[in-house]
C-alpha cells in the first residue's frame, strides 16, 4: 500500500515539472523584445471564415477587412459590430475561443489596443486571449497576452500597451470564454496609437465666434471626442444643412455656454442629408447659471423628421436667463446619431419699443388692408372678370421701352422652394417692392408657392386680396415686359431666369391698373406690394437714430419671431463701412430685404434686391455692424404676414450659390 502510494506521489511531482517547464517555456513566447520572434500558428480545425470589408469610420487606424474564424453570428451581432464605433452594438459567437483578424489599408506600427465589453450578459465577456500580428498573414508574432480579465462594468474600455517597432498589415487577437460551453460577446476591439486613443471619451470644447446657429459667441462643448473628422460638432452650429455632426453613441449630451446671458424660448433642430435611421429619437433641453444644477427645459420622446435636411422647432416655457444651455440626444434602437444644426433662440418683447418708437403705423378700422387702401372702391363684378382674363394686360411704363412678349418659364422656383436669391431687380424702379417679395421668400417660402397656380403653359393664376380684404383670382398671360433685344426687364432668378418673383411682380402691376393704386409700380412701398398677397396692410417703421443698436436688433428679432416681412432702407448714401470684413457703401433710398444674420456680432442683414453691392457681390448680402454710424442712418419696415401666417425663421439668409 505504502508503495503504490509513493508510485502515485512521484507520478504528480512528475506532471507538475512538466506543467512548470511548458508554462515556463510559453512565457519565453511572450518577453518583452520590441521584436518578438515569427511563429506560425497551430493548424486550426477546418471551419469556414467570414470576412467583411469596412469603408467606414471605425476603432482601427483605417478603412480594412475584418475577419472571423466562424461565419454563423447571428446577423445584427456580426464580426463587423466589433468594430463599427457604435457602443451599444456587438459582436457575438456561440464559440468559446475564436480569433478575429484585422488587415489595415497599410501597414503601420501599433503600440495600443482596446477591447470594450459588451452592453448586457457579462458571463459572455472574453476572459483571456492573445494578440498577434504579422506582415503576410501566414507567419504570426505574438505582441501581448491577457488572462483571468474582468470588466467591472458594462460598456468598459480596456486599454492594452503593446511594444513593437515594425509595421505590420495584420493583427489578430484570439479571444477565450470563461469556460468550454460559454460564448462570447465583445462591443469593441481596436488598434491604434497611442496619441490618437487618448481622451477620445473626454468631452470636446471647441469657441464659436462669427457665423452660428447660436446666439452672439460661446463655447460649444460635446461629451465625447470620438466623432469622426469631418463630422465634428463644429458642423453642428455652422449653419450649413449640408455639414453633419455625428456621434457613435447611444446618447450624448452637447452644451452651450454663452458669453452672456440669455432667455431663450425657442430651439431647433435640423436633421442631416443621410439615413434617416441615425436621426435622435428623443431629445431634452436644460438651462443651467453654473454647468452643475440643471433645469430642465423641454422633452421630446419622439422626434420625427418627415424628410432630410428639415428643420423642427420646440417652444417651451422659461422666464430664466441663462449661460448654459445644454440638449441630451438619445439614438434609435442600435443606431449612431447624425444630425445637422442645432440653434436657440432668444425671447425678444418689444412691446415697449412698439409703443414708444414706432413711426408711420398704418393700421385701419375700415379695411384689414391697412390705410393706404382705404380710400379704394370696393371690387365689382366688372373688376372680377376682368382681373379673370389673362389676355387683360397691365399698363405699359412710361419712360420703359419694353412690351409685354411672350417667354417661357422653364421653372417657377429654380433654388427648390421661393428664394430671397429669386430677387435680382433690373429696369424697374420697385426695389422696395420687390425687396418685400425677398422677405415674404425668407419667411413663408412655402405660403408663396400656395397663390400661385399654373393654369396651363400660357396662364398663371394669382391668389389675391382686394382693397377689402376678400380673396380674388388675378390670371396672367406668359407675357413679360422685356426690351427690343427680347431681354425681360423685370425681376428675375439669377441669369434673368424668369420665375415666381417675375409673376407676382406682374400680379400686382395688373391689381393696381385694376384698382387705380400705382399703375406704373415704380417707387411702391414695400407694404403695397404685400398687403395684396397676404390680405393685411398692418405695418410701421423704426427710425434708427430714434432707438439705440440693441434696440432695432430687439425690434427686428421679435418680429421675425412673429412671422412677419421686415425691410429696410438707408437714409444716407455712400456711406463707407464693413460688412463683416467686407468694405462697401450704402445705397440711399433704395429698399433692402431684412434676415437674421450669419454672424452672432452683428446686429442683422440686409440684402439688396440688385443681387450684389457695390464692393459685395455675395448676392448683395450686408451684415450691419453693431458700431458704426450706418447703423443710425435707416429706416426698418415692418409688415404682418396676413394671411402667409406666423410661421418663424430662425436661420439666417445663406445665398444658395
Known sequence: MKNTNLTLLLIKINKTIISIILLLSFF?????????????????????????????????????????EYDDSPKEHDIDKVVDLIKDSYFYTNHD?????????????????????????????????????????????????????????????????????????????????????????????????????????DPKSIKIEGESTMIGSGVLTAQFSDSPKNEDINNLVDLNEKTTYTSHHKKVWLTWQSDGRFNANIYYLTSAAEDANNDPRSVALYGSNDNKFWFPLDQQERVKFSKRNEQLFFSF???????????????????????????????????????KYSRRNKHSEKTPMGTIFENCRKTTTEDLEWLANPTNEPKLIDGLDATWQKKTISNLYPFGDANMADINQHAIGDCSGIAALGSLAYMHPEYIKSIITKESDDVYVVTMFDPQGERIKVKLSSTFLSNTKGEVVQVTSKNNQLCWSTVLEKAIMKYNDCYDMNPYIGGIGSDAMIAPLVG??????????????????RAVRASLARGEIVTAFFTKGDQDFMSYKTQTKTVNAHGYSVSLSRYGNQLFSMRNPWGWHPNNILDGLLDIPTSQDVNRNMIICIMSSGKAGDN???????PPL
Do not use: H
Open 97 to 201: 475561443k475564436v480569433w478575429i483578424t484585422w488587415k489595415n489599408k497599410t501597414p503601420f506600427v501599433a503600440d495600443t489596443y482596446f477591447l470594450t465589453s459588451s452592453i448586457s450578459n457579462p458571463e459572455k465577456d472574453p476572459v483571456s486571449w492573445v494578440m498577434y500580428a504579422s506582415a503576410d498573414n501566414t507567419n504570426w508574432v505574438p505582441i501581448d497576452k491577457q488572462s483571468n480579465v474582468v470588466f467591472s462594468s458594462r460598456l468598459e474600455k480596456k486599454i492594452f500597451k503593446v511594444s513593437i517597432s515594425k509595421e505590420y498589415l495584420f493583427y489578430k487577437i484570439v479571444l477565450q470564454g470563461d469556460n468550454p460551453s460559454s460564448s462570447i460577446q465583445l462591443s469593441q476591439w481596436g488598434i491604434t496609437q497611442q496619441e490618437e486613443l487618448e481622451d477620445k471619451d
Open 317 to 355: 416655457t422659461n422666464n430664466e436667463a441663462f449661460i448654459f444651455y445644454k440638449i441630451e440626444l438619445t439614438a434609435q434602437e442600435k443606431s449612431s446619431i447624425k444630425l445637422s444644426q442645432w440653434g436657440l433662440v432668444a425671447s425678444y418683447d418689444d412691446s415697449d419699443l412698439i409703443k
Open 536 to 553: 393685411n396692410g398692418d405695418s410701421y417703421a423704426y427710425d434708427s437714430w430714434e432707438i439705440t443698436p440693441d434696440d432695432m436688433q
Open 648 to 654: 418663424a425663421v430662425y436661420m439666417p439668409y445663406n
Open 28 to 68: 519565453t513566447l511572450y518577453n518583452c523584445s520590441s521584436d518578438p520572434k515569427e511563429d506560425t500558428l497551430p493548424e486550426t480545425e477546418n471551419t469556414k471564415s467570414k470576412s467583411i470589408f469596412i469603408t467606414t469610420d471605425c476603432t482601427m487606424p483605417s478603412t480594412g477587412m475584418i475577419t472571423v
